[in-house]
């Protein structure tokens, strides 16, 4: 009589089907690593016990280095960023699909010398299993830093010219140029913009974007009139802009928060929105909604651009190997142009 085949050993990947649970969450909980709760660790063992899963020891070696948290590093000036309606979506998002793989999420600020050297020792010292990082700008060291890090690293946002092998970003171009054809189709001919820091790659391709449409328009583009992304830079650089251009009749501000600068200065020189002067942001933010009046916009899906950052890193983590992924923009019209 023929020998019964022999059986085959269950995989991490049914104990995790059974339990209900993320992978990472079950290899965790398989190697008694810190950051998961008693339920989902109790589900884990139930479905070993059930299936008679024996851990492979040398993936349990990896599991046990896990530090059970990921880091959010923005390399700005203010810690009062991380207030900025920006960026607290994109810590909503990644917040959400962290919690989905049991991590926890760090936020640091790296901008003094203090602040970078502390993020060059969490990446160098692994203190965390991964780190996204957001907001650099041209020949920033923590690009650098990146590039010799011991642990999975992904960009939101490429950083200038660098390309990175893990990033999430949005179509900056070609939400730009869809915002600046659409000043066009409007009738609008001497179309300005105000863009963000040309010292980061969004500031640069948003820009881009609106220079093509004017090209392709057969229309001459402005010099770039810089803001940094705030309120106040979109007021100045549209005081500015009236300044050296008092017959524009329309303006691509390369965010909300300048867009609403933008309005306000023109609002108190007496120009009529979009009568005299049609206007166009970017992000689709609450302040584009409560604009006077309410600012037509670029949409990006900022909630997005964080979730699918977290779920790029914590592919990684787990030793996957996922391709860059660029999000998409949409035009959101409401009264301003």
């Known amino acids: 009589m023929a020998e019964d085949a022999p059986r085959r ?12 649970v993320s992978r990472s969450v079950a290899s965790r909980a398989l190697n008694n690593a810190p950051h998961v709760s008693r339920a989902k660790r109790e589900a884990v063992e139930r479905a070993v016990r059930q299936l008679g899963y024996v851990p492979n020891p040398t993936a349990r070696a990896l599991a046990t280095r896990q530090t059970g948290a990921a880091a959010l590093v923005v390399s700005g000036e203010d810690p009062s960023i991380f207030a900025d309606p920006f960026f607290a979506q994109v810590i909503v998002g990644a917040s959400a699909a962290l919690e989905e793989a049991d991590l926890h999420l760090m936020l640091c600020l790296a901008a003094s010398d203090r602040g970078r050297k502390r993020v060059e020792e969490l990446l160098r010292s692994k203190g965390a299993d991964g780190v996204m990082l957001m907001a650099l700008r041209e020949n920033d ?31 900056n171009v070609g939400g730009a140029r869809e915002a600046t054809e659409f000043l066009v189709s409007r009738g609008r001919t001497r179309v300005a ?55 524009l009749d329309g303006v691509f501000a390369a965010n909300d928060n300048m867009g609403a600068g933008a309005l306000r200065t023109l609002r108190e020189a007496g120009r009529l929105v979009p009568a005299d002067v049609a206007v166009v942001g970017f992000d689709d933010l609450a302040v584009a909604q409560i604009a006077d009046p309410p600012l037509t916009t670029v949409h990006q899906p900022i909630a997005a651009l964080g979730r699918e950052m977290a779920r790029m890193l914590v592919a990684l983590i787990s030793g996957q190997d996922p391709t860059p992924l660029i999000l998409p923009t949409r035009l959101v019209i409401r009264f301003s142009a």
């Open 9 to 20: 050993q269950p995989t991490l990947d049914e104990v995790t089907e059974l339990a209900g």
């Open 141 to 171: 060291p923590l690009a650098r830093m990146a590039e010799e890090a011991v642990m999975p690293v992904v960009f939101g946002g490429r950083p200038v010219g660098s390309a990175p092998r893990w990033y999430v970003d949005v179509d």
């Open 193 to 247: 913009a105000i863009c963000g820091r040309l010292d980061t790659e969004a500031g640069r391709a948003r820009y881009r974007g609106y220079r093509d449409a004017m090209l392709a328009a057969r229309l001459d583009p402005f010099p770039p009139q810089e803001g940094d992304f705030t309120e106040p830079s979109g007021a100045a650089a549209m005081a500015a802009l009236l300044v050296n251009h008092p017959d």
